[in-house]
């Protein structure tokens, strides 16, 4: 790595940010600080990247580089419980060759997906 890249900071483009942030903070108990007037800026769990070839469909919303966001948990099935505890909706877990996987609904009417890996993992 070359030196001076000290993290990485992911955007998310919501229609209710408000809504989101507070389901970062209250529902997955993400750490924030606040960098003036309430702007959460949330510390997230150790991160890697993957680059995916797009479908011929296009798989994203441009032509360019499109992002998608999953988060990673040791037991999906456990998290997922904790999740429907607090009323967060899941879609259908299922098990790839890569991952068990699912996807969460944000309050903003987005969605993030969650996966317990069955690759090596970068960290």
């Given amino acids: 790595m070359i030196p001076g890249l000290i993290g990485a900071h992911v955007l998310f483009y919501s229609a209710n940010a408000d809504a989101d942030r507070a389901f970062f903070r209250d529902v997955l108990d993400l750490h924030a600080v606040d960098a003036g007037r309430g702007w959460l800026?949330?510390?997230?769990?150790?991160?890697?990247?993957?680059?995916?070839?797009?479908?011929?469909?296009?798989s994203g919303a441009s032509a360019g580089l499109t992002t998608e966001l999953y988060l990673m948990c040791s037991d999906v099935r456990s998290f997922v419980r904790t999740l429907e505890a607090k009323q967060v909706k899941c879609a259908a877990i299922e098990d790839a060759p890569w991952g068990i996987r699912t996807r969460m609904r944000l309050p903003g009417g987005g969605e993030i997906g969650l996966y317990q890996p069955k690759h090596p993992t970068a960290f």
């Fill in 41 to 58: 800026i949330f510390a997230m769990p150790p991160a890697e990247a993957a680059f995916h070839p797009k479908d011929e469909a296009g």
